[in-house]
Every structure is written in structure tokens, then in C-alpha cells.
């Protein structure tokens, strides 16, 4: 079943099958995961890595997310450790990506890994792309369905407008729940957060019981969201503003401005989760509106705001 996209598709059976034909020929589909959505290649096929990277117009150096439906399936890769196996079993799946050493006998393309040594893995939660690795011998490399530098797509029309119909199947996993990417953290020696997402330091460093480093902002790229430029609806993006300045469109948390033109809310009632989810979405309405610029207003630095002002910090790069 299709709906008015016609490369858009609804899962089924039919689907699965169809997807699982089309990634062993090496080819690229766009994906729903719990964070945002993703294009999906064989991550063990140069062919299929090579075609992410000219899609997305994404630098060389910038490894991808390879996803796996399980521990057991990582370990054929990857060398694990006890604090990857602890906040495993703590979250996964789930929104989190583990930077690990990989093995030498790992099958992994080494331009998904950029040439490097490590691998950032993490395990979906969404239940159709988990049933389809459930039905590969190969995990899926997989960096979010849009083109380097560009906002992420929560939904599936989002990936049509960045792509079109050069991807054969995007399937539609309806609105990302999450709605922003996964939070990353380098477990190749002491713990540190790459990038920030919804499981925040705080809560990592609860469950781990010791203190996790800051990365030095000039340290070597070991994953995506490390880049200073990153998250752009390709219009300028102004930060901490106090006041409107009556032409562009301003973002902000609460409801004060409620039905106001001009004034996009995040979250009505404060609420920093469903802040960050609606984020990618509301800056897409914004472009497409026809806006020149986005104001934002202050955003809390606490628990998932933290999240959000990594990607507004890095989306105001313009």
C-alpha cells in the first residue's frame, strides 16, 4: 500500500521483503528509527556505503552509525567492554551510540568507519527498521536522511523533499518520537559524551557511577554531530533572543505568544522532551513558510535542553 509519494511506502510484509531484497543488492532506502529518520545501506558493502556518502554529499572523514538488531550481532565488530555492556542493558535499544575499538576481523566497509580504528554502533528501538534486522546478516550503516549540514527528517515526506525519488523505498514510520539524534558516547578508554542527546550526562554518569569527561572541541571526528556546522534549515538562526524583531520567525518554550504569527513554541508546557522533538519539525514549517531568519529565544541548559542547544548552537552556524 502506498500512500500519494510513490516511493513512499507503508510496512508490511510485502515491504520487508521487498526492502530486504533491495539492501543486499546494495542499495540505499530511507528508514524510520525512535531518533529521526535514516538512509539504510549494507554497512559491510562498499558499494552500499559509497552510495550514503554521494547521497548525502557527506565528507569522507565523517564515520557513520552502524545499527545492529542486537549485542550478539555487535560483537562479531566490535571489542565490548563492562561499561558498554552495563548502559546496554540499562538502555538499548534505544537512543544511544557507543564509540568501540573495532575488531580487526570486523566486515564493516572502512569508508563507513572513515578509516578509522573505532566504530560508533547503537541498536534502534523503532519496531519496523528492528524487524528488518532482524532479517539481515549484516547491520545497516545508517546516518540520518538528509544532506550533510542540513536539519534531520522526522518524517517520512521529510526524506522525499531531501531526496525525491532517488531513494526506490522510504517506508513510513509516521513522526519520530524522539525527534532529535542519539546521544553518543566514546567508550574506547574513560567515558565521554560526543554528543549530547536524550540520555543526558547526568543520567549516564547516575547509572555508571564515576564522572564522564567533556571531549575537547577540536578532538578528532570519532563520530557524526561533531562537525561545527551541523542541523541547518538553511536559513540564518539567531540565539538567546529576548525580543522579536517583527519580521522573523521566533521560536521559543511556553505559551505566552499563543497564536501569535510569527511565534513557533517548542512545548507549551515546558516540557524539554517534547521541546526537542518538535524542534527538526518546526524549523522545516519555518523554511517553508518562506522566512529569512529564525530567532530563539533562551533555552533552559538542563536535562534534554541541553540537547536542544547543541543543535541550535550548531544550526546557527550559517
Do not use: W
Not at 20 to 47: Q, R, W
Not at 175 to 195: A, F, M, N, Q
Not at 288 to 313: L, T, V, W
Amino acid at each position: 500500500m502506498k500512500n500519494s509519494y510513490s516511493n513512499i511506502f507503508t510496512f508490511n510484509k510485502k515491504i520487508l521483503s521487498k526492502t530486504i531484497k533491495s539492501l543486499k543488492n546494495g542499495d540505499v532506502i530511507g528508514l524510520p528509527t525512535e531518533t529521526v529518520y535514516g538512509l539504510g545501506g549494507n554497512a559491510y558493502s562498499k558499494k552500499a556505503v559509497r552510495k550514503i556518502f554521494k547521497l548525502k554529499r557527506r565528507p569522507q572523514f565523517n564515520p557513520l552509525i552502524i545499527h545492529y538488531h542486537n549485542i550478539k550481532d555487535a560483537q562479531k565488530d566490535v571489542v565490548t567492554n563492562k561499561y558498554f555492556e552495563k548502559l546496554y542493558k540499562l538502555f538499548c535499544p534505544g537512543p544511544i551510540t557507543f564509540v568501540l575499538k573495532r575488531k580487526s576481523t570486523s566486515k564493516i566497509s572502512r569508508y563507513a568507519c572513515a578509516n578509522l580504528k573505532t566504530v560508533a554502533i547503537r541498536f534502534p528501538k523503532n519496531k519496523t527498521t528492528r524487524a528488518i534486522l532482524k532479517k539481515t546478516d549484516f547491520p545497516l550503516a545508517m546516518p540520518s536522511a538528509n544532506k550533510s549540514s542540513n536539519v534531520s527528517p522526522v518524517y517520512s515526506k521529510d526524506v522525499f523533499d531531501e531526496f525525491s525519488t532517488k531513494l526506490k523505498i522510504i517506508i513510513n514510520g509516521g513522526k519520530c518520537k524522539v525527534g532529535i539524534e542519539s546521544t553518543v558516547i566514546d567508550l574506547t578508554s574513560h567515558p565521554k559524551i560526543l554528543r549530547p542527546g536524550i540520555i543526558d550526562k547526568k543520567v549516564i554518569e547516575n547509572s555508571l557511577k564515576i564522572k564522564i569527561l567533556a571531549h575537547k572541541k577540536k578532538s578528532k571526528i570519532l563520530s557524526p554531530g561533531m562537525m561545527k556546522k551541523h542541523y541547518s534549515p538553511g536559513i540564518p538562526v539567531v540565539l538567546n533572543q529576548k525580543k522579536h524583531d517583527g519580521k522573523s520567525a521566533y521560536i521559543y518554550i511556553g505559551n505566552k505568544h499563543k497564536n501569535k504569527r510569527d511565534f513557533f513554541s517548542l512545548s507549551e508546557k515546558h516540557n524539554l522532551f517534547l521541546a526537542a522533538s518538535n524542534l527538526y519539525k518546526i524549523f522545516r514549517i519555518i523554511k517553508k513558510k518562506g522566512y529569512k531568519k529564525i530567532q530563539i529565544s533562551k533555552i533552559p541548559n538542563y536535562g534534554a535542553g541541553i540537547a536542544i542547544n547543541d543543535r541550535i548552537s550548531r544550526a546557527s552556524k550559517f
